[in-house]
Every structure is written in structure tokens, then in C-alpha cells.
């Protein structure tokens, strides 16, 4: 299983970027597919998690600014970002668990935010 992060870059406050997670040699279906993120000295964060069924969650500092979404056909996911603040900038990965309760992570995309 290959799971490969896109889309991360250097973007001014205010600004917007589209992370994308492409998976791939999954033998089972994908059930949940989240973004988490984690900054230098902080712990890993859950972003947003898109179910199979399409239900979205988002942590409370991303709420009204990122939306996740996902392609079943690609077994790819999204996470589009807007109004980004210097708080938003750390280390994207994507992550992807299946029916049978496997958990898959990608290696993670850089997101820079500044003036």
C-alpha cells in the first residue's frame, strides 16, 4: 500500500492551497480517510476524516476554512485549504484505514504559511 501526499507548499496568510492523497495496492476497501497534521514541537493532530459514506469532521480550528473530500473511483482524497494562518503550517500526511481495520500513512506534505 502507497499513499502519496501532494499540493503542500509556501502560501501568504489569507492565502489557499489543495492537498491531495492518492492510494494505492489497497486490497481492501478504503473506509475512512483523514488528514492530520503536526508542527514542530507538537503533537500530531487530527484535521478532517471523510467517511465512505461522504461524513465529514473537522477539528475546531479548521472548521468554515478546510473541506475534505474524496474520490472512490481514485481512492483519493482532498483537503482544500483557504484563509490559511501561520497556525495552519506543519506537516500534512494523509492517512486511510480499511474495512478490515488496517491504518495506512503517507509520508507527508510541508505546508508554509508567511508573510
Known amino acids: 500500500v502507497q499513499l502519496q501526499a501532494s499540493g503542500g507548499g509556501s502560501v501568504q496568510p489569507g492565502g489557499s492551497l489543495r492537498l491531495s492523497c492518492k492510494a494505492s495496492?489497497?486490497?481492501?476497501?478504503?473506509?475512512?480517510m483523514d488528514w492530520y497534521r503536526q508542527a514542530p514541537g507538537n503533537d500530531r493532530e487530527l484535521v478532517a476524516r471523510?467517511?465512505?459514506?461522504?461524513?465529514?469532521d473537522y477539528a475546531d480550528s479548521v472548521k468554515g476554512r478546510f473541506t475534505i473530500s474524496r474520490d472512490n473511483v481514485k481512492n483519493t482524497v482532498y483537503l482544500q485549504m483557504n484563509s490559511l494562518k501561520a497556525e495552519d503550517a506543519a506537516i500534512y500526511f494523509c492517512?486511510?484505514?480499511?474495512?478490515?481495520?488496517?491504518?495506512?500513512w503517507g509520508r507527508g506534505t510541508l505546508v508554509t504559511v508567511s508573510s
Open positions: 471523510i467517511t465512505s459514506g461522504g461524513s465529514t
Open positions: 495496492g489497497m486490497r481492501s476497501s478504503i473506509n475512512t
Open positions: 492517512a486511510v484505514r480499511n474495512w478490515r481495520g488496517s491504518d495506512y
